[in-house]
């Protein structure tokens, strides 16, 4: 059993005689030390599921077992004293003392909820302080502090009770987009470091690939896949979480051959080989999944196009060109040495057979 493990949760609020339901059957598990990602589009659940992981809510039924003690149940009182026992929290609005200095934020909770000696408080707080690169922002109060200080703060005075598993709820939201990507590698140092468990809930793909070593992906309150950062680019389930994680372009065609391991797909006037899937069967439909990064132009190619964008990056070419009546966008990485294709030119898109996904 995982340190956390639900079994079927369900969630409907009742609103009169209106009744919505916002999850609908969640089970997964979350392994001790591990860092997973919840993500998901607005309106998916995840808030919902975190309240529920959080204890800050019940499900209408199912089971939620949190180190080996079942607490979907508990009564209000008993749940929250798993919450103070076992589950640490970081909110995306910082929650610090305005009045209190960061280490007073910080050792707030070992005194007054630990009743721990002042004098073993502040060695513990301190430490933590170092830990997130704050050893010279002790004495300083909350509006002396930048965002990500007080990010920083916050993340501290969670690690001090050492929980059994931390929440946290887009926790970056509010930072600027260079701070956010400094932020989360501090995070994910220290979460590493550490050791702890942590479930992390964020609508920014980027941010639930660089952080987590699982990733669950709701929509419309059921999970709809879970795996690793890897397992999810590359190997969606479905056109819904290839189109959510990362880019990706997609290309319908009909498999008209199978042969030495690969699946040959008829698109409009133009077959390509593809790796074949476990089940591929002639004559069915195949969606080809294509990341920008998989593809490229060459001058002459069975699989026409015809550039409509072409925008240097620096690091990469940007592309946009018409396969037909699809538009699939590329990426060049380090075009330099590159010949660079201009808007209007007909050219070929050409992809290796194992470098794209097939649904």
Not at 13 to 32: A, C, H, Q, R, W
Not at 34 to 53: E, F, P, R, W
Not at 248 to 268: I, P, R, T
Not at 314 to 342: C, E, F, S, W
Request: aromatic share 6%; proline share 3%; glycine share 8%.
């Amino acid at each position: 059993m995982g340190l956390i493990e639900l079994k079927d949760i369900r969630k409907t609020y009742v609103m009169g005689d209106i009744k919505l339901p916002v999850l609908k059957g969640i089970t997964m598990s979350v392994e001790k030390g591990d860092m997973v990602a919840l993500t998901g589009v607005s309106g998916s659940g995840k808030s919902t599921l975190m309240n529920i992981l959080g204890c800050l809510d019940r499900p209408t039924s199912g089971e939620y077992w949190l180190d080996g003690e079942e607490i979907s149940r508990l009564s209000n009182d008993g749940r929250a004293d798993v919450r103070n026992r076992k589950i640490g929290f970081v909110f995306q609005n910082y929650n610090l003392f305005l009045n209190k200095t960061a280490l007073q934020n910080v050792t707030e909770g070992l005194i007054v909820a630990r009743k721990m000696h002042k004098a073993e408080a502040i060695e513990i707080g301190k430490k933590a302080l170092d830990k997130v690169g704050l050893s010279d922002r002790y004495d300083y109060y909350p509006s002396q502090l930048s965002g990500g200080q007080q990010q920083r703060v916050a993340l501290a005075r969670a690690l001090v009770l050492e929980p059994g598993v931390l929440l946290f709820d887009e926790p970056l939201s509010n930072l600027d987009a260079k701070l956010r990507v400094s932020m989360r590698t501090e995070i994910r140092r220290i979460q590493q470091a550490t050791g702890i468990t942590a479930i992390y809930v964020t609508h920014d793909q980027s941010e639930a690939m660089a952080l987590s070593d699982s990733i669950i992906i709701m929509n419309k309150g059921v999970v709809a896949q879970i795996g690793s950062p890897q397992e999810i680019y590359y190997h969606p389930n479905s056109e819904f979480v290839a189109d959510f994680i990362g880019e990706a372009n997609f290309l319908k065609g009909k498999c008209v051959a199978l042969e030495d391991g690969c699946g040959v797909l008829q698109l409009a006037d133009t077959q390509v080989r593809v790796a074949a899937t476990e089940n591929m069967t002639l004559g069915e439909d195949y969606t080809i999944v294509l990341r920008p990064e998989s593809a490229g132009l060459v001058p002459e190619g069975n699989l026409k196009c015809r550039v409509v964008l072409s925008c240097f990056m620096g690091a990469y070419q940007n592309y946009h060109v018409m396969v037909g009546d699809t538009l699939v966008k590329l990426t060049d990485y380090n075009p330099k040495n590159h010949r660079i294709y201009q808007v209007g030119e007909t050219c070929a898109l050409t992809f290796e057979p194992d470098g794209v996904h097939v649904l």
